[in-house]
T-cell receptor
């Protein structure tokens, strides 16, 4: 089956930029998503990018997509303590509405 | 997400008992999903339903059952056959299959503890 991989953990200092990386195997991915999960809560959609784009910016968030390498990244500028959470990337193939999720990256922001 | 209600937030059961987790939505979404999340792990798909009165098994359906009698509701029953039921359960909804841009919307989850 398709696979989505993320590193488990990232620690940054408040005010620095955070970069969370994700790789996927499905060459027919149409959309790729970033979700944020705070403790004890569900997943909140942060942003998404269509597979024919290579960059999308939304305020402090920048998504970069390298389709050739099947590599997706999420950059959070000026990271705040409120950004501490688990971040999941997910990809949607070209068949149906199913998403395949990565294992999540726990971001810890130190004051 | 205010449009998806999962209840209860915390649930405790004794081993050997069946338990049903509720998921209700008012987003008018056709598709509904159940995921399981274990500590330090990603989401694993249990069951999903694209339309009323129809549902399909996901990757880890064994020991679980669902029903989809109404568009708004997709309850998940964790049966005594599920060997390791303690986990965080997330319900999600989405638009119909042809809506390629549609992301999934998630409820706030139910934490089930079985002792």
């Amino acid at each position: 089956g398709e696979d989505v991989e993320q590193s488990l953990f990232l620690s940054v200092r408040e005010g620095d930029s955070s970069v969370i990386n994700c790789t996927y195997t499905d060459s027919s991915s149409t959309y790729l998503y970033w979700y944020k999960q705070e403790p004890g809560a569900g997943l909140q959609l942060l942003t998404y990018i269509f597979s024919n784009m290579d960059m999308k910016q939304d305020q402090r968030l920048t998504v970069l997509l390298n389709k050739k390498d099947k590599h997706l990244s999420l950059r959070i500028a000026d990271t705040q303590t409120g950004d501490s959470a688990i971040y999941f990337c997910a990809e949607k193939g070209n068949a149906g509405n199913m998403l395949t999720f990565g294992g999540g990256t726990r971001l810890m922001v130190k004051p | 997400d205010g449009g998806i209600t999962q209840s209860p937030k915390y649930l405790f059961r004794k081993e050997g008992q069946n338990v049903t987790l509720s998921c209700e939505q008012n987003l008018n979404h056709d598709a509904m999903y159940w995921y399981r999340q274990d500590p330090g792990q990603g989401l694993r798909l249990i069951y999903y339903s694209q339309i009323v009165n129809d549902f399909q098994k996901g990757d880890i359906a064994e020991g679980y059952s669902v029903s989809r009698e109404k568009k708004e509701s997709f309850p998940l029953t964790v049966t005594s056959a599920q060997k390791n039921p303690t986990a965080f359960y997330l319900c999600a909804t989405g638009k119909a299959e042809e809506s390629w841009e549609s992301p999934l919307h998630f409820g706030n989850g139910t934490r089930l503890t079985v002792t």
